[in-house]
């Protein structure tokens, strides 16, 4: 009775952590898709919405109009500039102003190449 108790709860809690990490991964790493047809929009198309004040993406499957949202624009700012700022301002101890300026400009390159995998569009019809 205690050996089989033991796993079957060992199973359940497999299969617990497998659906948690399922789900990060899914909302983390994979891109936005289309709320009509569920294309996954290509990261070029995400980032050169950004470069274009937020301009809309159309998706290439079905022609769905979709705009990034509030949550979207936030996200954006809070991987890209506020860590640059908190940088420049707090964070740098270096005497050298072109090594200051240079790792403040790799954090704000590589929270832009990470932020399309974090902010979100909604679908207008």
């Not at 274009?52 to 700012?77: A, D, M």
Request: proline residues 3%; positive net charge; glycine residues 8%.
């Amino acid at each position: 009775m205690g050996h089989w108790g033991w796993r079957k709860k060992q199973k359940r809690n497999k299969v617990f952590k497998k659906g948690i990490n399922r789900f990060i991964l899914s909302r983390c790493i994979n891109l936005q898709k289309c709320d009509r047809c569920q294309t996954s929009f290509s990261w070029r198309a995400i980032l050169k919405s950004f470069i274009w004040t937020y301009k809309p993406i159309h998706c290439t499957n079905c022609g769905t109009k979709h705009e990034i949202t509030i949550r979207g624009r936030l996200s954006f700012v809070l991987c890209t500039i506020l860590p640059a700022i908190l940088f420049f301002n707090f964070l740098a101890p270096f005497e050298n102003f072109v090594l200051t300026i240079g790792i403040g400009m790799l954090i704000l390159l590589v929270g832009t190449l990470l932020t399309p995998f974090v902010v979100t569009y909604k679908g207008v019809r």
